[in-house]
């Protein structure tokens, strides 16, 4: 290969992040598996360059030379050989090829667009010094998970349990809850905790071997918030109360395992001004 050749097609493939060595041009190409490949990312709305091989004979025999492969057309991306038509066709009908995301220097930057193995489209976005800004976000079936930067989806594990929650404000990542759970010797679900970073946040349950419901507690940010409940294990409540910024506040209740009620007690910000026994 004379060193122009070489020249060119280093150029090429360092010039552009998406380069296709190929017979024709995108707009009209000369061969079959060149026309498939060229269809193949303008389906995928990849942004790519043609190279016309036809054009050179040095650059047709050279290119090959180059990749050590005999076959035209050829896709780089950035930088790297991918394959021929054969390889991309796969590439595509598995899901490996199915992303589309725009560099500057290097960096991530512009749109981004992915889609799942079905060809449907999973999540699209923006790129943005560093950031990556999430427009919208959908299920593997199409349905809308987040609109307009703003919503949820979850996780779930093979019993249909969630494992993590993920929650999108403005297009940013707001918080992500990780979930814990814990069984008895039975099977039976013991416990379930939701954290946000380690830290408790969320609605945490424990249940007796029995399947029956023992506590229901609820966090926010490592502090105790909200109605809080106990149960014997009859089923009958036990105790419900409410806590302020991680301190008991206003009326508490306690039972028995009847359901009558044992003690009473109301507390302030923590402290207990009135206390009332039944017993």
Partial sequence: M????????????NANEVCLFMKGTPDAPQCGFSMATSNILKHL???????????DDNLRQGIKDFTNWPTIPQLYVKGEFIGGCDIIKE???????????GYQGGAKDGEYISWFDNGKQKEEGLWDEGEFLLR??????????LENGNGSWVGRNANGLEVWKRLYVDGILSKEWDYEYEYHGNGQLMSS?????????GQFTTWYESGEKRSEDNWENGKKVGKWFSWHSNGQVESEGFYIDDQKDGLWVFYDETGAKVSE???????LINNNSLE
């Fill in 265 to 271: 007690g109301v507390y302030a910000a923590g402290a």
């Fill in 91 to 101: 590439m595509y009908e598995n899901g490996e090829l199915k992303t589309k995301t």
């Fill in 136 to 145: 919208n976000r959908w299920s593997k079936n199409g349905s809308i998970l």
């Fill in 193 to 201: 905790k939701r954290f946000n970073k380690s830290i408790n946040d």
């Fill in 2 to 13: 004379d060193p122009q050749t070489k020249e060119l097609i280093e150029n090429s493939i």
């Fill in 45 to 55: 709305n990849v942004a790519f360059k043609g190279i016309n091989v036809l054009e």
